[in-house]
């Protein structure tokens, strides 16, 4: 179809290999979709009859239905889907089909299509983001009392409730929700009618295409129009930090899954067993949303180094951004779409929680607040809760197993109040600051997420 000024035939491992049509042809209704618009405004313009853009439209309604039926199979001899439905297009309805080009180049089709594209994933996105988010409410709720050790450095700190851990990647997913918003909201600005990358001659009117397309805005400038992909990096950017949440949620899972904590289980839909260990669970499942994380990152840096030492404006190494991007939203809508019911399904054992929340002197805080409540100063209460949690470390066992006698021998100032001081659930229940892990600071959380889950 581009035979212009050359007129030898290309080899066809050069074709092969220049096609994109095996990975862009899943662009099919974003491309048809544009054409529409495109005829719609050639013919307001005057530029086209509209007896011819009427043609074109039925023509275009018709290859979009027969494709989704199966009737029309994407012909992969073709360089690309533009030029697939441009030359079916033809095939259907003859010369008005060569018209629907005018005022247009392949640079901002496929920027068009890209963007389209990328927009629709990103609503599937954010609908199964959102659909995470309510499940880790879920299960937040039914675990407010949930006592259970907050690490830091993956050592015991201080007691905390699931429910207020669960609510932590919640807040980190809705920051993803935010981002994903503002993403789309810079992608939807439209390149069409920046044709080749000069603008064009013809009378065009990109604000109403632009505008029949769903866009905010047009492109102020058709050289980037047509070389931009920064909504592409932009959206893998906001790809790679919303896997990177997955990630570390995943690894909690595995870590807690395993028999050393033995804090949750995953249900048998998602747990795999080994081919020689009978006894295995194994949480295949998290480990590859784990893994799939690297994947994403690399499609990001992949882009990136496409991009970076190209000159303006279009240029074939761009082609590359398509199977980044594709990769990027499928191994995301993969992961999100299996997390949720994962997370849903999965067993939660409060009484593992509570012996390791027994463990570790999680509470030795609160021992050395208790001291300051009794007059001394905090660096001083510090210094004598460490020394009892050193001497029960000696005498191998808890703050809780103590008498009262011995608290008394480190600190006359104690008294029997101290054991209510150091409850777990007491230490729990104290920290009410705002974002705290008492069950009314969690409440309070629970809230909010789910106001600004209703907002967007
Ligand atoms: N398949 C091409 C791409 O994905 C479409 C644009 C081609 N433009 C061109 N001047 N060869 O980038």
């Not at 249900?267 to 799939?292: F, V, W």
């Not at 994380?293 to 970076?308: A, E, F, I, N």
């Not at 992961?335 to 390791?356: R, T």
Request: net charge negative; hydrophobic share 40%.
């Amino acid at each position: 179809m581009w035979t212009g000024v050359t007129a030898g035939k290309t080899d066809p491992l050069a074709d092969a290999f220049n096609s994109s049509i095996g990975f862009d042809s899943r662009m099919y209704r974003q491309d048809i979709r544009g054409s529409i618009a495109h005829a719609h405004m050639l013919s307001a313009q005057g530029i086209i009859e509209p007896s011819e853009a009427e043609r074109i439209v039925s023509g275009l309604t018709g290859i979009l239905a027969d494709i989704e039926s199966g009737a029309l199979p994407i012909d992969t001899s073709c360089e690309d889907i533009h030029m697939f439905v441009e030359q079916e297009l033809t095939a259907r309805i003859g010369d008005d089909g060569k018209k629907l080009h005018t005022a247009r180049s392949r640079n901002d089709q496929v920027a068009l299509d890209l963007r389209m594209y990328l927009r629709d994933e990103s609503e599937t996105i954010k609908s199964l983001l959102k659909d995470l988010c309510r499940t880790l409410i879920e299960t937040a709720s039914q675990h407010q009392e949930t006592i259970m050790p907050g690490y830091t450095h993956l050592q015991r700190a201080q007691p905390v409730s699931f429910g207020h851990y669960m609510m932590a990647y919640v807040s980190m997913l809705l920051r993803d929700l935010d981002r994903l918003g503002d993403t789309v909201r810079r992608m939807n600005v439209s390149p069409i009618g920046a044709c080749a990358l000069a603008g064009t001659t013809y009378p065009v009117d990109r604000e109403s295409e632009a505008r029949e397309l769903g866009f905010d805005s047009v492109g102020a400038n058709s050289m980037d129009c047509v070389s931009d992909r920064d909504f592409c990096l932009e959206f893998m950017s906001t790809a790679s930090i919303l896997m990177m949440h997955l990630s570390r949620l995943s690894e909690e899972l595995i870590l807690w899954s395993s028999w050393e904590f033995h804090f949750i289980a995953f249900s048998d839909a998602y747990t795999t067993g080994s081919s020689i260990m009978p006894q295995k669970r194994n949480s295949d499942m998290a480990e590859l949303i784990r893994g799939k994380t690297g994947r994403v990152y690399g499609d990001l840096m992949s882009l990136l180094t496409t991009l970076k030492g190209l000159p303006l404006a279009y240029n074939k190494d761009m082609q590359e951004d398509k199977e980044c991007v594709f990769d990027a939203c499928d191994t995301l809508v993969m992961c999100l779409k299996v997390l949720a019911p994962m997370i849903g399904s999965m067993k939660v054992f409060p009484d593992s929680m509570k012996k390791a929340a027994q463990k570790g002197f999680i509470n030795a805080t609160d021992l050395a607040d208790y001291l300051v409540r009794k007059g001394l100063p905090f660096r001083d209460a510090y210094k004598i809760s460490g020394r009892i949690v050193a001497h029960c470390i000696d005498a191998d066992c808890v703050l809780e197993d103590l008498d009262l006698k011995t608290y008394q021998t480190f600190c006359p100032l104690i008294g029997e109040d101290v054991y209510a001081a150091i409850d777990l659930m007491n230490c729990m229940q104290k920290r009410t600051s705002q974002g705290g892990t008492s069950v009314g600071s969690v409440e309070e959380q629970i809230k909010q997420a789910l106001e600004l889950l209703k907002n967007d």
